[in-house]
């Protein structure tokens, strides 16, 4: 069975653009997060979508949205790219509150 | 709100000493608790959760932890450690329902 997967595994992105992240949960899964593990600052929760809603967000600021599609796949969008946003960004997904399990990450640079 | 703390960012222990990572949680409820490892670039991996069964919970790689809800603490030890457990390790809360929230993580040094 397949696990979470994400795309792409690294980009390198210019200081204003903007960019998705996509993330594919386990089958059967409807719950997605998304965490942020920027170097020094561990991971932060960024969001979390089930059943296509958006049921909590961290402390971020709205640049940073997302969404879950009906097939229970995911996007993460960060618009404005700040130097500050290259990290780590990994997807994780579950059923019901159950354990999460994560996917590769996506590695992000802000230059 | 839930909330976890590790401490100490960076452990180090000779091969086959014994591992011991601290968590401390705080939660208005009974938690689910969870012990991640991240090797090297790459995802993270569930060692070992607890969820209000067993207060000792066994993991992979020889991995255990014990709920101590007197002190709040959710430990995770190795008798003996290898080489290949160099890693980070998060701890993690859930109040069930809502997000988990993890630690800032303990990166795992052995010594030859």
């Known amino acids: 069975e397949a696990g979470v997967t994400q795309s792409p595994t690294h980009l390198i992105k210019t200081r204003g653009q903007q960019v998705t992240l996509r993330c594919s949960p386990i089958?059967?899964?409807?719950?997605v997060y998304w965490y942020q593990q920027a170097l020094g600052l561990g991971l932060q929760f960024l969001l979390w979508?089930?059943?296509?809603?958006?049921?909590n967000r961290g402390n971020f600021p709205p640049r940073f949205s997302g969404r879950q599609f009906p097939n229970y796949s995911s996007e993460l969008n960060v618009n404005a790219l700040e130097l500050e946003d290259s990290a780590l960004y990994l997807c994780?997904?579950?059923?019901?509150?159950?354990?999460?399990?994560f996917g590769e990450g996506s590695w992000l640079t802000v230059v | 709100a839930q909330s976890v703390t590790q401490l100490g960012s960076h452990v180090s222990v000779s091969e086959g000493a014994l591992v011991l990572l601290r968590c401390n949680y705080s939660?208005?409820?009974?938690?689910?608790l969870f012990w991640y490892v991240q090797y090297p670039n790459q995802g993270l991996q569930l060692l070992l959760k607890?969820?209000?069964?067993?207060?000792l919970v066994k993991g992979i790689n020889g991995f255990e932890a014990e709920f101590k809800k007197s002190e709040t603490s959710f430990h995770l030890t190795k008798p003996s450690a290898h080489m290949s457990d160099a890693a980070e390790y998060f701890c993690?809360?859930?109040?069930?329902?809502?997000?988990?929230?993890f630690g800032k993580g303990t990166r795992l040094h052995i010594l030859p």
């Open positions: 994780a997904s579950s059923f019901r509150g159950n354990t999460i399990y």
């Open positions: 089958s059967g899964h409807t719950s």
């Open positions: 979508y089930d059943e296509g809603e958006e049921r």
């Open positions: 939660s208005s409820v009974p938690p689910y």
């Open positions: 607890y969820t209000s069964a067993a207060t």
């Open positions: 993690a809360v859930s109040d069930h329902d809502d997000k988990i929230i």
